[in-house]
């Protein structure tokens, strides 16, 4: 209906994932490549997992055009299958006739399918898409089949996508055999807000636009707080503003498009609250006061700050967009870059690539003492800014042998020292500075960079840290650990 008034070829908000929308940002486009290497070069189970809409179906739907093509894929839609179902849709994916077989004599079909699909330097990997719903025997049996080997190679590889309760199920004693042969977890994690108005501009872009961008950043706040981040239901809003602003006979989506759009998809901002008891506002206030002035107190300075201008105790780092979900590490991993790729590697267990750096999630632990890097380079001169400063710490951290992983806060996809300089001062702040180091990144074809804190000797010990890291920084920042 409002493709014409937009300029546009198809419509930019589908819901069904159409793979020439495929959007690269949020390390969607690292954990593909990496999802591929995986597959190629790596034996283990993989799993995927993801809220409601993060775009687990996508990325499966990219894997199905992007592998290699001696790699043969058999793409299970619908896990809710019996383990005689599953195994026969196994067979069929093979190319197998064995309508009435014993369970048995099926998987002595499917093991002599196999080593002659390996004899002819093919692979096979079974993509199992909302793995969550997949009954608990049927995915025992998957781990059975993944058992099958000639010699020391495996015969079969296996992705798992599924919603976080995939992890739930997992956890239970009886699945622990599973658990223990996945070897790469990747998060599909929600989009910050800076992200998301340059998916949106993404989309509108891959539909045929050539315009200036249609979206105000007030109407991309109330998506990205309506829609917690998650692609589909970013769609959803984002189709239903275009069609109000097509219904108003303007080409620019304002805030009060999306309010058209949330009432009609009945869904609320997560971040506006209607507080009509003024008793309880009040006492609401009182508390909000009291934890603001407990925060200043704990996070008062101890030493010089420099002449610019600080931010509120409180505040958030100005690259870090305010309504970026704050992860929690136990429950959710977070991803983002850790082993260096210039040569054949192995990535670790639960790594995500990005770029030339392969990254893990959080697994909380016990506080371990970080190493002091080398003077290999050249200190930084105490008249560099701050932000020159810990650059330049970033990269000797690179060039020393000892430091094998740090804690990422952040990154950006821009080089801004101004705002990088405001988030430094307030480390100073808090007595943290010289934890802190800034690293040159490479997106895509961007130029950006890196907040990491700490250098630790060995990955274990960089997860170990984060039990020790600030608090301030574990409520602000979605972490990871970035091994180099």
């Known amino acids: 209906m409002y493709l014409e008034h937009f300029g546009l070829t198809e419509p930019p908000f589908r819901i069904t994932p159409v793979t020439e929308f495929f959007f690269s940002g949020a390390n969607r486009g690292e954990i593909l490549d990496a999802l591929i290497y995986s597959i190629c070069e790596v034996e283990g189970i993989i799993k995927v997992s993801g809220e409601v809409g993060s775009g687990k179906t996508m990325l499966c739907r990219m894997l199905l055009e992007r592998l290699p093509k001696h790699i043969e894929t058999i793409y299970l839609a619908n896990p809710s299958l019996s383990r005689e179902e599953m195994l026969y849709a196994i067979a069929d994916g093979l190319g197998l006739k064995i309508d009435g077989e014993r369970v048995g004599v099926i998987m002595q079909n499917i093991q002599g399918k196999l080593e002659e699909k390996a004899r002819e330097g093919k692979r096979v990997v079974v993509l199992v898409d909302e793995a969550h719903a997949m009954p608990l025997d049927t995915l025992e049996e998957l781990r059975l089949l993944y058992n099958l080997q000639v010699g020391n190679a495996k015969l079969l590889q296996i ?84 069609l109000a602003a097509f219904v108003e006979g303007t080409h620019n989506i304002e805030a009060h498009h999306v309010q058209t759009a949330m009432q009609d998809s009945e869904l609320k901002s997560t971040t506006t609250h209607s507080l009509r008891n003024p008793v309880l506002y009040g006492a609401l206030a009182a508390l909000v006061l009291v934890n603001i002035g407990i925060m200043w107190f704990m996070t008062k300075p101890t030493a010089p700050l420099h002449k610019s201008v600080m931010p509120a105790a409180g505040a958030l780092p100005p690259m870090l967009p305010a309504s970026a979900p704050a992860i929690a590490a136990a429950s959710t991993p977070a991803s983002a870059p850790v082993v260096a790729a210039s040569s054949p590697i192995i990535i670790p267990e639960n790594a995500v690539v990005s770029g030339t750096y392969a990254t893990l999630p959080l697994v909380p632990g016990v506080a371990s003492p970080h190493t002091t890097p080398s003077k290999s380079e050249s200190p930084a001169k105490p008249t560099d800014s701050l932000y020159e400063q810990r650059l330049a710490a970033g990269k000797q951290l690179l060039s020393d042998k000892k430091v094998a992983a740090s804690i990422q806060l952040f990154y950006n996809e821009e080089i801004n020292p101004t705002k990088m300089e405001g988030f430094l001062q307030r480390a100073e702040a808090l007595g943290k500075l010289d934890e802190i180091y800034i690293l040159p990144a490479k997106f895509g074809k961007k130029d950006g960079l890196r907040a990491l804190y700490g250098a630790y000797p060995t990955v274990d010990a960089a997860r170990a840290g984060l039990k020790a890291l600030p608090k301030k920084y574990q409520d602000a920042f979605a972490i990871s650990i970035y091994a180099f």
């Open 159 to 242: 992705v798992l996508f599924g919603q976080p309760e995939l992890n739930v199920k997992l956890e239970q004693p009886n699945m622990r055999q599973l658990k223990d042969r996945i070897v790469h977890h990747f998060n599909m994690q929600p989009l910050s807000r800076e992200i998301l108005l340059n998916y949106l501009d993404f989309r509108m872009r891959a539909a045929g636009y050539h315009g200036p961008n249609v979206f105000a950043q007030t109407a991309v706040k109330l998506i990205a707080d309506a829609s917690n981040g998650l692609m589909r239901r970013a769609n959803v809003l984002a189709d239903k503003s275009l």
